[in-house]
């Protein structure tokens, strides 16, 4: 992406750009980050406020652990399930980008794949949680 962005900023000096840079550059962005979003769940690197939850009993931590694997789980099953409805209507239209003429769905259903594989994740630490409320 970045060297892409780098080519038509210096491409476009003298005066030829890089056509639908725009477009690339935004459906990889887009894609990257839907996949990226599953690999910090997996490696537990999004924010969590360990100060107060480090002091908190195994119990309701787990609690704690149960109510936001659950509302992870919903929004990112309804994130999924919006966005293989959209990437189908997408598809049936047929709707392109202006520039590039690359088709949109591709690209939505890489986003709703990726969102897919985060709730996964989230109903694994949901487990986790559930164990860890039942134990202490």
């Not at 962005?5 to 839907?34: C, E, K, Q, W």
């Not at 107060?52 to 990112?76: C, E, H, K, N, S």
């Not at 794949?113 to 487990?127: P, Q, R």
Request: net charge positive.
């Amino acid at each position: 992406m970045m060297l892409l962005a780098a080519g038509n900023i210096l491409l476009r000096i003298f005066g030829h750009p890089i056509a639908g840079t725009f477009d690339y550059i935004s459906f990889m962005g887009a894609t990257l980050v839907a996949f990226a979003l599953a690999y910090c769940a997996v490696n537990r690197g999004h924010i969590q406020v360990e100060l107060l939850m480090d002091r908190l009993p195994g119990r309701v931590q787990g609690i704690i652990g149960i109510l936001t694997g659950i509302l992870g789980a919903g929004i990112f099953i309804l994130v999924t399930w919006r966005s293989m409805v959209y990437a189908n209507n997408m598809r049936v239209a047929g709707e392109t980008t202006m520039t590039a003429l690359l088709p949109y769905y591709p690209y939505i259903y890489a986003i709703a794949f990726g969102s897919a594989l985060l709730c996964l994740v989230v109903l694994v630490d949901l487990m986790k949680s559930m164990a860890r409320a039942v134990k202490g």
